[in-house]
């Protein structure tokens, strides 16, 4: 049994804790908003999140950094990825040599360039850093829906003993040492889930949206082997795996905002109506810095950018995408 604290009370840092409960650790949720825990502390549930998902008795809420950070052996950083350094910032003089510190966001700095894990390791340099990613929407695990995750750290112990934490009957957790992978997976994932969001705004079919995943993620396993990842991060469960989830979910706040502004709506209009942080908006900007750093072509990723932030109209955006010049799928000596 480990002490454990959730910092972040949205709908992921929620479900985790219900995982993490019912594994029978002792759990304590940090928000910095003090409505929001207050909320938790009346009703055991997060109404507008995570409607209808009760919260155990045994979970502790709080706003207090002090109270949320003392004796604890596990910290799940849980909050959106805008508010990462902040948030480890504002954590760092609590936090004890050595302690563990899990990244479930999902996230590129765009001023940066770093992953979350960076981020905190700068942080936070006396913790050691790992990250939990997959396919896996909060709805679904705070119900106990059948679910995988990825589990990375530098050092396998740490990575195994993440793994014995949160896995149990419907929560299967995978470990590997590929960080970087893994983040990239995460992060690039949501801005190829706007393009296809976006695609089904426009009306457009299940041919388009196979294409957008299928090319997608030729995208970023190519920016991300370039930038040290590892292949198999991204044919895997935090790559294909994640891109599909995000792709095809309703749950998606990704590719519900994509499908408002392929319907004309803008994008500041698209994110006010989803009412949730949009991560892939924040990774967009991010995905094309790297890309031109590292001299890869990301066309998907190149549209979605002039979507959002120059104004393109999205049916222009999938016509550019269509006919472009010609290319082989697969490069080879083969044809002499």
Same mark, same amino acid.
């Given at each position: 049994m480990a002490d454990i604290t959730v910092i972040g009370a949205g709908s992921w840092g929620i479900a985790l804790a219900t995982v993490l409960c019912k594994n029978g650790h002792n759990v304590t949720i940090w928000s910095i908003v003090k409505q929001e825990i207050e909320m938790l502390q009346?009703?055991?549930?997060?109404?507008d999140k995570l409607p209808g998902v009760i919260l155990d008795d045994s979970i502790v809420f709080t706003d207090d950094i002090a109270?949320?950070?003392?004796?604890?052996?596990?910290?799940?950083?849980?909050?959106?990825?805008?508010?990462t350094r902040s948030t480890s910032h504002l954590f760092a003089p609590y936090i004890e040599k050595g302690k563990i510190i899990v990244n479930v966001a999902k996230g590129i700095e765009e001023d940066t360039l770093d992953t979350l894990t960076?981020? @905190?390791?700068?942080?936070?340099?006396?913790?050691?850093?790992a990250v939990l990613s997959g396919p896996s929407h909060a709805e679904e695990v705070s119900r106990g829906i059948p679910?995988?995750?990825v589990v990375g750290a530098k050092d396998k112990d740490t990575a195994e003993y993440i793994q014995n934490i949160f896995m149990n009957e419907f929560f299967? @957790?995978?470990?590997?040492?590929?960080?970087?992978?893994?983040?990239l997976g995460g992060a690039l994932k949501n801005v190829v889930a706007l393009a296809a969001g976006i695609a089904d705004g426009l009306g457009y079919g299940d041919n388009t949206?196979?294409?957008?995943?299928?090319?997608?993620?030729?995208? @970023?396993?190519?920016?991300? @082997?370039?930038?040290?990842?590892n292949v198999e991060s991204f044919t895997g469960l935090t790559g294909i795996g994640d891109l599909i989830v995000t792709c095809a979910s309703m749950h998606s706040r990704n590719r519900r905002a994509g499908i408002?502004?392929?319907?004309?709506k803008t994008m500041n209009e698209a994110m006010d109506e989803v009412k949730m942080v949009v991560e892939g908006v924040y990774s967009a900007k991010a995905a094309i810095k790297l890309a031109q750093k590292y001299n890869v072509e990301v066309p998907i990723i190149e549209q979605v950018n002039l979507i959002l932030f120059e104004d393109k109209k999205a049916?222009?955006?999938?016509?550019?995408?269509?006919n472009r010049d010609r290319k082989a799928e697969i490069v080879t000596d083969e044809w002499k």
């Open positions: 009346e009703f055991h549930e997060h109404k109270v949320a950070a003392k004796d604890k052996d596990v910290y799940v950083m849980a909050v959106p990825s805008p508010y960076d981020i @905190i390791n700068e942080e936070i340099p006396q913790a050691v850093t679910t995988t995750c299967r @957790i995978y470990t590997s040492p590929d960080i970087l992978g893994i983040e949206k196979a294409a957008l995943i299928t090319r997608g993620i030729h995208e @970023i396993a190519r920016l991300g @082997i370039a930038m040290g990842g408002l502004i392929g319907q004309g049916s222009d955006a999938l016509f550019d995408l269509m």
